[in-house]
Nanobody, 132 residues
Framework: HVQLVESGGGSVQAGGSLRLSCAAR????????MGWIRQVSGQEREGVAS???????SYVDSVKGRFTVSRDNGKNSVYLQMDSLKLEDTAMYYC???????????????????????????WGQGTQVTVS
């Protein structure tokens, strides 16, 4: 049974930083495209960043230059460093994984939109980020 557990959310002033963490309880972590997706209540989910098995990253334009996604396969963890936070970054942030396509590059690294979320088949419970 796969579990993804996010942590690190909270409240921060505009311009500040937060670092989100996601721990995956599985033995096959290193093969998965991992992503961070956010959702504002009542709105569509938005993929913001992803990192595939070999460390290639992709970002949507709204977070480029401000957010950095990374992974530590030894710790089965993926991270999202968020700097220069804006009010519009306020959302529930989810970690997600695509374990259906081992070692397949994330959509943003295959010529698709970096915010594509359709291939993720495991999701965490989310962590709230509030920027004021």
């Amino acid at each position: 049974h796969v579990q993804l557990v996010e942590s690190g959310g909270g409240s921060v002033q505009a311009g500040g930083s937060l670092r989100l963490s996601c721990a995956a309880r599985t033995g096959t972590f290193r093969s998965a495209c991992m992503g961070w997706i956010r959702q504002v209540s009542g709105q569509e989910r938005e993929g913001v960043a992803s990192i595939d098995a070999d460390g290639e990253t992709s970002y949507v334009d709204s977070v480029k230059g401000r957010f950095t996604v990374s992974r530590d396969n030894g710790k089965n963890s993926v991270y999202l460093q968020m700097d220069s936070l804006k009010l519009e970054d306020t959302a529930m942030y989810y970690c997600a994984a695509d374990w259906s396509h081992p070692f397949l590059p994330c959509p943003g690294n295959r010529g698709h939109h970096a915010g594509t979320t359709a291939e993720y088949n495991y999701w965490g419970q989310g962590t709230q980020v509030t920027v004021s």
